[in-house]
């Protein structure tokens, strides 16, 4: 199995917004919910937001809620993560993985971590 890859990351002032896509590969992407989750220096992977297979349900951290936006387009296998009003405590490496099981806000229920993309929010 290939890992995803992950893009669309950068460096951008507080109140902006960045999209974020993490493209996966194989038949069988359209039949797992996806994760996006990110890691600050110093701290542990969070949580951020994931989508089920079919895109209709979808699952944020309380911090994010109202401010990103997960979507998925099963014919492109990709799932994108639209990141608006970005504050400096956004900041890190957001990664996304593939769902295998367990609550969907722990990164343990969750296998195939791409390599990453940093975000960079500046005050």
């Known amino acids: 199995q290939v890992l995803p890859v992950e893009s669309g990351g950068g460096l951008v002032q507080a109140g902006g917004s960045l999209r974020l896509s993490c493209a996966a590969s194989?038949?069988?992407?359209?039949?797992?919910?996806m994760g996006w989750f990110r890691q600050a220096p110093g701290k542990e992977r969070e949580f951020v937001a994931a989508?089920?297979?079919?895109?209709?349900?979808?699952y944020y951290e309380n911090s994010v809620k109202g401010r990103f936006t997960i979507s998925r387009d099963n014919a492109k296998n990709t799932v994108y993560l639209q990141m608006n009003s970005l504050k400096p405590e956004d900041t890190g490496v957001y990664y996304c993985?593939?769902?295998?099981?367990?609550?969907?806000?722990?990164?343990?229920?969750?296998?195939?971590w791409g390599q990453g993309t940093q975000v960079t929010v500046s005050s």
């Open positions: 989508i089920s297979w079919s895109g209709s349900r979808t």
């Open positions: 993985a593939r769902k295998v099981g367990g609550p969907m806000g722990i990164p343990e229920g969750y296998t195939y």
């Open positions: 194989g038949r069988t992407f359209s039949s797992y919910a």
